[in-house]
């Protein structure tokens, strides 16, 4: 079975966008997952992406907008990459299991930083919880 999603920075890196928002989307991400959601100021993400406050709201109407930019390609990604992988295994649950662990292992470490993002933000937002679990 291949590994689908490869990562979010990877997905950032060919996602057709102006650099601005993509350095943005790159502070977001550090800040989100180092400090959380709550705790980041548009201030900081516009410090550490060396933008300015108007340029990420020129690019995202709101700083929860930009946290949803970033998690929706996990979301899009990792539960659908897991209902295939159900849905194609045929080689006994074992094998699945094995597969699913190691593969979404593997995931989680290329993308450290999205899925804290993503974990923390299930756990806490209703609107992301809907997002993830339909």
């Known amino acids: 079975m291949d590994d689908v999603f490869q990562g979010f920075n990877n997905w950032l890196d060919i996602k057709t966008m102006p650099n601005g928002k993509r350095r943005v989307i790159k502070a977001a991400v550090t800040l989100f997952s180092r400090q959380g959601f709550d705790k980041t100021s548009t201030s900081q993400i516009a410090q550490e992406s060396q933008m ?33 992988i159900l849905q194609d295994n045929h080689d006994g649950l074992i094998s699945w299991v094995h597969f699913l662990v190691n593969d979404r292992y593997h995931f989680l470490s290329r993308n450290r930083d999205a899925a804290i993002i993503l974990i923390s933000q299930v756990l806490i937002d209703e609107q992301v919880r809907g997002d993830a679990f339909g």
Do not use: D, V
């Not at 709101?62 to 929706?72: D, G, P």
């Open 52 to 84: 300015s406050q108007a340029t990420i709201f020129k690019y995202f109407r709101s700083k929860k907008e930009l946290l949803l930019f970033i998690i929706k390609p996990m979301i899009e990604n990792i539960l659908p990459t897991t209902q295939r």
